[in-house]
């Protein structure tokens, strides 16, 4: 049986040079990218839905972008380092996940939807309450992903520099906090889908090289690779047996199918995700993008398994834990190791090729949610919610067209002449202003967001960046997903349905994960030193998500007003033909 190689250490002294120049170009390469993008259009269409142009092939390579974060390339990876058999089982749930999404959501929200999750709702229930309580879910749901793809960052950073100063994660959070602001204030999603694009080919890429020199290391020879990495696990047989991190008792058997249930059902509910389906011409491009994602996705998690495997067999799990807690820096190690060791050239140079791969995908995703929780506060609290109906409220386009001019236009002006152009003109001056106004609000509550991510990630630096995103699934999969199935898909539903729905869902998710060992109580909490826990489980999908459906089902059929048949009519052929969609 062949030796392990010995366990590496990061990169010191003048190799932190080829690191910072690669992390350097990334930032550059993007910022470019942005500011390219913000100039070709200044709408609100070109900023929530990248003026709807891009095809399925060009979509399909975003929608995986903005999927494919931190948490899958550095902390599934992670997981499957340390704990083996139960670090596979988050890939699974992320994979099939994506069928829930392709069989359920993709064409029915494209056809239905105009910018956001709200606007799926407010075909049908058309009050500003609704708006709210959407708008504010999918907030919630952004920021708890923000904090995983920035917490990531910092590992990644640290390790870079050889330290694991708190200080230096604090800044490079800072500074990924204040990109993020940059790409979505000026380029809007434009910029986001091209940063997503080349960030996905980037990553794909490495993943393939990375696997590639793992399966010649190892000669093809997946069983030895599995026996070096249950020998180097430090748990024996066990770690390619299920129960390492999820079978020790009943209640962490239990926190598994919670994190399950999150996983399968959330990506329905990501409001990133969702905001993708947008930015395609029609509802078949929406289901061929979600097509070429799953294809992308699947051949990724593939990869990510064996990379989690290979960083076992070649480092170690104590080795991989020692780097970092959590396990988020395995692959970055493991690329060291399979370039040719520390101090070797190759082994820097891969090293400094995926650590910068890695950065590039936390700024792509951060990216995305800043502009998914700007746009959902824009366009649905502040336009929607607090100052009235959004113009995709007012039927299929918004009072585009001639036939809408001139019915903004009251008879008894349109007389003939430079009289009747005025009037025209005064009709389709208020919507446009109203937009840019609806934009620029969409830049600040940027600012302002990312603000609030960097805050929280400060507090959450020793938590798995995996592990967070599946907080984030489980608040989807509580306050989004129930509302939007039943918006789809119930003739009954009703606006009090759906606000107690949404409300049903997100404030159990919230509360029980303030409550739980996630918050307090144990070592790696966010505050170790304190413990007012008292729900057991780390993730509470197996409690919220119920509620949530439960909560929109009882609101309903307690509402005084009925559901409008006719508004229920209108959704349901225009989000299964796409008449009248956007």
Partial sequence: MRAATPPPVAPTGDHHGLAVVLFAVVVLVTLAITFWAGRRGSAAEDFYAGGRDFTPLQNGFALSGDYLSAASFLGVAGLIALYGYDGVLYSIG?????LVV?????????????YTLADVLALRLRRRKVRAAAGGASVVVTLFYLVAQMVGAGSLVALLLGTNSAQARTWTIVAVGGLMIVYVTIGGMRATTWIQIVKAFLLVAGSVVLTVLLVVRFHGDVAELMRQAAQHSGAGQRYLEPGLKYGKSFTSRL???????????GTAGLPHILSRFYTVP???????STMWAIGLVGGFYLMAIALGLGATALIGSAEVRQANSAGNTAVPLLALVLGGGNGSTGGVVLFALISAIAFATILAVVAGLTLASSAAFAHDIWAGAWRGRPRGDRGSRGGRGLRGRRAAVPASRRSHGAADARAAAEADSAPAAAERDEVLVARI???GIGAVAIVLSLFAQQLNVAFLVGLAFAVAASANLPVLLYSLFWRRFTARGAV???YGGLIPAVVLVTFSPVVSGTKVALFPGMDFHWFPLENPGIVSIPLGFLAGWIGTLTSPEPADPDRYAELEVRSLTGAGAV
């Fill in 500 to 502: 107690w729905s949404v």
């Fill in 445 to 447: 509550a940027a600012v």
């Fill in 94 to 98: 992320f994979l099939v996940a994506w």
């Fill in 282 to 288: 029609t509802a078949r491009a929406a289901r061929r």
């Fill in 102 to 114: 392709l069989m359920l959501v993709a064409e029915l929200v494209r056809n239905a939807g105009r």
């Fill in 255 to 265: 926190d598994f199918f919670s994190l399950g249930l999150a996983l399968v059902l």
